[in-house]
């Protein structure tokens, strides 16, 4: 039994959202773009609310649309989530028999059976003060009059929410009161013939060391004062456990010992920060494993915190061997490299709000999919995390425009903007991709004899916005416009005596530099682009041309969602 969508309505940065989730959906987008909200918002309504009294939303919980706004005046928190299945007969005819028997069952037409839950917060003008409600829905999402009192807590028996945060202090965690390391301490296999034998031989080994410290006596003595003022138990008033004498204080006291290089073996909770994450994760991990029954729904907010990136990539096929139905919150282009691109969510703000976008699953043939995960996501996961694409044809461009926009002051990635090659990808691909998951693009296009292939491409992509808005002609190519406007010394020094001898046109000529351009050796575009890349920053603002600055005013208007 998995969530399948969740709708979420005024709750912290959260106007309206809806988010489809799979077996394994990976959330991003900018901080304070509600991907912790989102588990937030799923762990209050799946394990908070009936564990304990009370309402478990605050006020600041509640949506404020401006500074002035007031919790008891904002709109009600409303959360929905949603459980179907995806075929005929996933559920099995045991767990149909429970939630039938809790009157939340809902069969659709096709025989695929629901749940629905709604959860709801507000300001009781009565009571003065906030009051939480819950109830089951049907197929119209109307409340379920008939639903049990138990349902709730019959649900979350069902699905075991457990939710894990990027603050992982393993101190806390392996700690005897931690909630994962705590159930391994109590699942002792002792007999009691065993236990107490063992606790015999610790207390005389205790006896050896307290006998063997005089010291200890001395302290005994003057402790054993507190009785002439204080009544106290009969017999010996102080007892010495310089080794812990029961069984429940050994294991109270169990720690889990990490090799250091060295050989060394230091607690977890000595070693770096990155070390003490992943093994949090780890234990978390064989907590799940150890759960008698039921699948569980696991969040999981930055677990890649404070790894290093090669081992960011790792991490991946280590949260793979987790069972259950998986929500992962990332910052990491690295993990994201590992990722489906179909698994992924990218919460983003739009002019009514935040939204969640998606690659909606039929949208990529499998080869795109293919073609897009091994050639783009392995490579660049972090262009999924911005807020413009430039999309542009090759190398050249990719030195040239950075370099602009550094001339020029700008800051393309403080902007959010994200320069990208396509030669050696599908410009029609990333268009498509870019578009599903709300990414404003501007794609830059020599006209040459290549524009041909790349135009039709992009304008079966425009998705209702304008050719102007999407895509330019600036040039012939960027070589060609370089070396006329001022920049062809950082050529020169790669063009022989017997290639300059191929030119048909003198300079002067209209035609002079493309055919210049057409004849400048492939192998050393690059390094040529790179000098001028240099030379461009050195001559500041005057140095950048009229097309360069117009192309990167667009990206940075959709970047800035103007």
């Known amino acids: 039994m998995k969530i399948t969508k969740a709708r979420i309505e005024n709750f912290r940065g959260l106007k309206e959202i809806e988010i489809d989730l799979d077996e394994t959906t990976v959330l991003i987008g ?10 937030d918002a799923l762990r209050l309504c799946l394990r908070e609310i009936g564990s304990r009294r ?6 600041f919980d509640f949506h404020l649309k401006d500074g002035a706004a007031e919790p008891h005046l904002a709109d009600p928190i409303r959360v929905e989530i949603s459980f179907s299945e995806q075929s005929v007969g996933e559920w099995s005819d045991a767990l149909v028999g429970r939630l039938n028997r809790q009157k939340i069952l809902q069969v659709d037409g096709a025989g695929l059976n629901h749940v629905m839950l709604r959860v709801t917060c507000a300001y009781d003008p009565i009571s003065r003060d906030f009051s939480q409600d819950w109830t089951f829905l049907n197929l119209d999402r109307r409340p379920l009059t008939a639903a049990s009192e138990t349902a709730l807590t019959a649900l979350q028996r069902e699905i075991a929410f457990f939710y894990l945060s990027a603050l992982r202090d393993a101190a806390h965690h392996f700690d005897a009161k931690g909630p994962f390391w705590r159930p391994f301490l109590k699942d002792s296999q002792l007999s009691s013939e065993k ?24 302290a005994r003595n003057r402790l054993g004062k507190v009785q002439d003022v204080v009544p106290m138990a009969r017999g010996d008033v102080v ?3 310089a080794v812990p004498g029961r069984m429940f204080d050994i294991l109270a006291k169990a720690q889990i010992h990490l090799g250091a290089s060295t050989g060394a073996k230091i607690p977890v909770g ?4 990155g070390t003490q994450s992943l093994a949090v994760l780890m234990l978390f991990s064989a907590f799940l494993d150890a759960l008698p029954n039921g699948t569980p729904v696991v969040a999981l907010e930055e677990p890649e915190a404070h790894l290093h990136p090669s081992a960011v990539r790792a991490l991946w096929d280590i949260l793979s061997i987790i069972g259950g139905q998986k929500l992962v919150s990332t910052h990491s282009g690295e993990l994201l490299s590992e990722v489906d691109i179909r698994n992924v969510r990218r919460l983003a703000r739009s002019a009514g709000g935040i939204r969640a976008f998606r690659v909606p699953p039929t949208l990529l043939s499998d080869e795109e999919t293919r073609k897009f995960n091994y050639h783009v996501l392995r490579s660049n ?30 800051k393309l990635h403080r902007d959010g903007i994200r320069v990208v090659e396509y030669s050696q990808s599908d410009v029609g691909l990333l268009a498509k991709v870019a578009n599903a998951l709300g990414i404003p693009w501007h794609c830059v296009i020599d006209n040459d004899l290549g524009r041909t292939q790349y135009e039709k491409k992009v304008q079966k992509n425009l998705d209702g916005a304008s050719e102007a808005e999407r895509f330019c002609l600036p040039y012939r190519n960027m070589e060609t416009h370089l070396l006329g406007n001022g920049y062809d010394k950082m050529y020169k020094q790669y063009m022989s005596k017997q290639t300059l001898a191929k030119l048909t046109k003198k300079p002067g000529d209209p035609d002079y530099w ?49």
């Open 54 to 59: 009370g309402v478990v939303f605050d006020s």
């Open 381 to 410: 996961g972090e262009l999924l995390f911005a807020r413009c694409w430039l999309l542009v044809e090759g190398e050249t461009e990719a030195w040239i425009f950075p370099a602009a926009a550094r001339a020029l002051g700008l």
């Open 270 to 273: 000595r070693h770096g920060e």
């Open 195 to 218: 236990k107490a034998e063992i606790e015999q031989k610790l207390l005389e080994i205790n006896d050896l060391v307290v006998a063997s410290h005089t010291s200890f006596e001395q």
């Open 514 to 562: 493309s055919d210049y351009a057409d004849q400048f050796p492939k192998g050393y575009k690059t390094r040529a682009a790179a000098s001028v890349a240099i030379e461009m920053e050195s001559r500041g603002a005057t140095g950048v041309t009229p097309e360069l600055c117009t192309v990167l005013n667009t990206v940075r208007i959709l970047a800035k969602g103007e």
């Open 30 to 39: 900018e901080n304070n773009s509600g991907k912790t909200s989102v588990l």
């Open 239 to 241: 007892s010495i456990e």
